[in-house]
Every structure is written in C-alpha cells, then in structure tokens.
C-alpha cells in the first residue's frame, strides 16, 4: 500500500522558514515523480512544487517562485521542500503527492497533510 507521510509543519512568523520532509513507502520511490499539493481554508487544493523521479526537472506555481525548493533523496524514499519568506496566504495544509509515472505530474496519490501556519 502506497504511503506518504508528511511532516515539519508548524507555526512560523512571516518571513520565516520552513523545511518540510516527505518519508514514502509502499512503491519504488525512484521511478516515479513527486510533488507538493497544498489546501488553505476554504481554497481548492493548489499544487505548488514537483519534480519528476531523477530530481532533474522542477516545477513551481507562480505564487512560490523563488521561495519554494524541492529535492529528493531516492535512496532514503524521502521528499525534501523548503519555504522561505513566508507569508500569511501561505498557511494551508501541505500535501506530498505521487504522479503516475515519472514526471512531475498528475498525481495519483495523495498522503497525510501537515499544517503550516503563518502568524504573528
């Protein structure tokens, strides 16, 4: 059964930053591609990082550009995005997701979220 277990999210002041990890398991994490699907209150899901399964290709929304990176370690099974200058519009629960194949999308699985909260 696939598993994606997301975690690092928490209360963060804006400006700040965050990393947050993706442990995965269930499938061979090397051969498919990865990505980052987030939800605030009351918004549609909103996908806004993902790579395909070597790590080599990277997309990012509009709304995350130049503060979002994403990497990943296929021999830990594990997905690594970190934010920084963070904003209040970015609170949302965050969502590792796995595509269908190698590239960086669709997506046909969805984990456990993490909650991201910017606040003073």
């Known amino acids: 059964e696939v598993q994606l277990q997301a975690s690092g999210g928490g209360l963060v002041q804006p400006g700040g930053s965050l990393r947050l990890s993706c442990a995965a398991s269930?499938?061979?994490?090397?051969?498919?591609?990865m990505g980052w699907v987030r939800q605030a209150p009351g918004k549609g899901p909103e996908c806004i990082a993902a790579t395909n399964s070597v790590g080599d290709t990277r997309y990012f929304a509009d709304s995350m550009q130049g503060r979002f990176t994403i990497s990943r370690d296929n021999a830990k099974n594990t997905l690594y995005p970190q934010m920084i200058s963070l904003k209040p519009e970015d609170t949302a629960v965050y969502y590792c997701a796995k595509s269908s194949g190698e590239s960086p999308g669709p997506y046909d699985w969805w984990g456990q979220g993490t909650q991201v909260t910017v606040s003073s």
């Open positions: 269930g499938f061979t994490f090397s051969s498919y591609g």
